[in-house]
T-cell receptor
């Protein structure tokens, strides 16, 4: 398997612009997670999906952030409008559940976002 | 409050020396426990995990970790560090009660390896 795929790997944009980050989870995984990593706050869970349904979005910082999962093989994280404080590395991870036990999360390589 | 603490932000060891990275958690019940490694510019890679059973867990790249319930700790060890081990290491927990798979990460420990 190719692992979790994220695109783009790097994104530079100007304040106020819309940014869309993309993620393809590992085939067969039914959980998908979006994280943000910054020096100040470390790794934060933003939102996660189970079977394409958002389960917990309590980590989404504000209404400018939205996430969708239209099907089992694709998810997006959108920031509109973007602000300089959104600059961070955004990770997508996926996992599955076997016999009622949550399995390991596998992470993508991340998207480095810089908002000028 | 539930938390994961990695007391050491930065550690420097000489190549060939032994390594121990500390991780403490604060939860009502023993959570699932993980160690991840992040090389510069890369994503997170799982080193090892503890769900149940033997409290000494073997992982990849020669790493091991020991779960100590009495100390609420899950320290990562390696007997002989290689220069390629220089990276950031994250301890993470997933509460068993919720069984949602949500991971809560520590702040990370940056490992520097001296030649």
């Amino acid at each position: 398997d190719a692992g979790v795929i994220q695109s783009p790997r790097h994104e530079v944009t100007e304040m106020g612009q819309e940014v869309t980050l993309r993620c393809k989870p590992i085939s067969g995984h039914d959980y998908l997670f979006w994280y943000r990593q910054t020096m100040m706050r470390g790794l934060e869970l933003l939102i996660y999906f189970n079977n394409n349904v958002p389960i917990d979005d309590s980590g989404m910082p504000e209404d400018r952030f939205s996430a969708k999962m239209p099907n089992a093989s694709f998810s997006t994280l959108k920031i509109q409008p973007s602000e300089p404080r959104d600059s961070a590395v955004y990770f997508c991870a996926s996992s599955s559940r076997l016999a009622g036990v949550q399995e390991t999360q596998y992470f993508g390589p991340g998207t480095r976002l810089l908002v000028l | 409050a539930q938390s994961v603490t990695q007391p050491d932000i930065h550690i420097t060891v000489s190549e060939g020396a032994s390594l121990e990275l500390r991780c403490n958690y604060s939860y009502g019940a023993t959570p699932y426990l993980f160690w991840y490694v992040q090389s510069p510019g890369q994503g997170l890679q799982l080193l090892l995990k503890y769900f149940s059973g033997d409290t000494l867990v073997q992982g990849i790249k020669g790493f091991e970790a020991e779960f100590k319930r009495s100390q609420s700790s899950f320290n990562l060890r390696k007997p002989s560090v290689h220069w390629s081990d220089a990276a950031e290491y994250f301890c993470a927990v997933a509460p068993r009660s919720s069984n949602t798979g949500k991971l809560i990460f520590g702040q990370g420990t940056t490992l520097q390896v001296k030649p």
